[in-house]
């Protein structure tokens, strides 16, 4: 197994502002993986999704680990929502490193994204709704690639930070 950190959770549970505040504190290089494709493809989310759809999207994802399990070691590797509910995904999350999951609650994910454009899965008529049905689908999933779970809907990025490193042990 290598030596990353490596973040998952739902969409607006905080992976990607925890991981550049972590990457700062530990010195250590942060990918996040939308921006890594969105790089590669020279695209945003939005419009992979409407060009190519989801399914591609994921195909991305996936072939982005395998990219990443062959890069250098040590990073802060903060994770798309749904990258890990591909089954493919489990077994390349365990290889890149140890996962930490941010837990939040759909409410806490509805109120930081309710004006955000930039989720297709969320441009829905009730996007509260469509996080419940997401979350309930992908929260065991979460759970099963968990090495360490953070309770962060009512922690701010400092404390998730904290609980991290005071889990440096099990890291
Ligand atoms: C998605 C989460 C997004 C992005 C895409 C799909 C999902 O990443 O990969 O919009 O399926 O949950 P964030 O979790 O970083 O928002």
């Known amino acids: 197994m290598k ?6 959770g739902f969409m607006g549970c905080g992976k990607t502002s925890v991981g550049i505040r972590l990457s700062y504190r530990m010195k250590r290089t942060m990918v996040d993986t939308d921006k890594w494709i969105e790089k590669k493809q020279k695209m945003t989310i ?7 759809g989801e399914d591609t999207f994921r195909r991305m994802e996936t072939e982005c680990l395998k990219e990443l399990i062959q890069a250098a070691d040590g990073q802060i590797i903060s994770v798309g929502g749904g990258l890990p509910v ?6 390349l999350l365990r290889k890149l490193g140890r996962v930490i999951y941010l837990k939040v609650t759909p409410e806490t994910v509805y109120l930081r994204l309710k004006d ?3 989720r297709p899965l969320l441009q829905v008529e009730d996007p509260l709704k469509q996080i419940c ?6 929260a065991p999933v979460y759970e099963a690639c968990a090495d360490v779970i953070i309770e962060a809907s009512e922690l701010s990025f400092e404390e998730i930070i904290s ?3 005071a889990a440096g ?3």
């Open 3 to 8: 030596d990353n950190i490596i973040l998952i």
């Open 46 to 52: 939005t419009d992979i999704f409407d060009t190519y």
């Open 86 to 91: 591909r089954e493919e995904n489990h077994r």
């Open 116 to 118: 955000d454009i930039s």
């Open 133 to 138: 049905v997401l979350m309930q689908k992908r």
């Open 163 to 165: 609980q991290i490193l």
């Open 169 to 171: 042990d099990v890291l």
